[in-house]
């Protein structure tokens, strides 16, 4: 397992690595989009190799599935243009989610877990990856509490259903986390995540969750090491994969919060030896 997060440092190669190896990662994601200049990104992504840093994943956060028909055209197209720089630099995956029927990008809507947009899912990233054909990365979707991929089943259907050698998984089993059931039972459920994907996960993101004591139901991302997901189960799963998949922390404030989210991960992986 290859540890890594955000680093807000980019105006050089050196500097952007020098902060990642300060921070303790092995793995990063890009700092740059498909617009920036092919010779910074390729110094970015040179200098990551030379330092034995992954690039684990090119983000396409975008909706491909908006109601709008010119958002949806261009988000399509970013989608593409990002999985070709993912493809061109060598990252482990292009990443995004599958995105929305309303006008919220990562938003629920009524529609969002139809056979209507299951179907819609599949044609949209066959699309995507049809007209880049990667050779190196992947097109993945990262799991929601409400569209589809929301489960481990829902992501092994749209794999079949997709058929794709190009699409796989990106592992995000917080997002999936949407009942008191699958909270109390995680370390079941993160079994069962790895057990029917395992083989197609080329990327995860690490976070935490925390149910409140508020009627009705309310779960919270909180940091790794603040919540009550099994991370010792978690990473026990995980470092049963390829031992360069990367592990991405995200989603916090300030650098002092990922150092301690660094830490408790770190720890939980070192009580494990």
Known sequence: MRLGGPCNIKDSP???????KRLGYRAAIFPFK??????????????ARKADILVAEVGAWSNPMSPDDTERKNAIEFCQEQLALADEIGARCCVNIAGSRGHRWDGPHPENLSQATFELIVETTQT???????KRSFYCLESMPWVF??????YLDLLKAIDRPACSVHLDPVNMISSPER???NAEFLRECFKLLGPHIKSCHAKDIKLQKELTVHLDEVRPGLG??????????????DKDTPLIIEH?????????AAKHIREVEASLS
């Open 14 to 20: 050196d500097s952007w690595v020098t902060e990642l």
């Open 149 to 154: 991929p929301d489960s481990p089943q829902s």
């Open 228 to 241: 009550f997901l099994d991370y010792k189960v978690f990473l026990t799963e995980l470092n049963k994969l």
């Open 252 to 260: 916090l404030p300030n650098d002092a919060e990922y150092l301690l």
């Open 183 to 185: 909270y109390f039972y």
């Open 128 to 134: 995507i990856i049809d007209a880049v054909k990667p």
């Open 34 to 47: 498909h617009d920036a200049d092919r010779v910074t990104s390729h110094a970015f992504a040179d200098a």
